[in-house]
């Protein structure tokens, strides 16, 4: 499987998880009057395995995903409801919150 960047972003009370693609980084895309923007200064941290950015996620409570290898792994483990993912152009986002 191919490797995504993963960030972490991290607060006294949040852990904010952001992954993408590693193909999708830098890339904005439109539809309609949406525009999805993979801005290297929010989504580049580490390029990893996706297993590690799964892990990652598990523990986050917020999750911003990008991307059909990201998304899809998120869904095949149970961590995102499929139901949640919009399409822009073709690409899946999708963004979790932990209550």
Same mark, same amino acid.
């Given at each position: 499987m191919p490797d995504v960047y993963l960030r972490v972003f991290n607060d006294p009370s949040h852990k904010l998880v952001a992954i993408c693609d590693s193909a999708l980084i830098g890339r904005t895309f439109r539809e309609g009057k949406v525009k999805l923007d993979v801005k290297v200064e929010f989504y580049r941290g580490s390029l990893t395995s996706v297993d590690k950015a799964m892990e990652?996620?598990?523990?986050?409570?917020? +999750?911003?995903?990008? +991307? &059909? #290898?990201? #998304?899809? %792994? %998120? !869904? &095949?483990? +149970?961590? *995102?409801?499929?139901?949640? !993912? !919009?399409? *822009?152009? +073709? *690409?899946p986002h999708v963004q979790i919150v932990k209550m």
């Open positions: 990652a996620l598990q523990s986050a409570d917020i +999750g911003n995903l990008v +991307g &059909d #290898v990201s #998304v899809g %792994a %998120a !869904i &095949d483990r +149970g961590l *995102v409801d499929p139901a949640a !993912i !919009i399409k *822009v152009n +073709g *690409v």
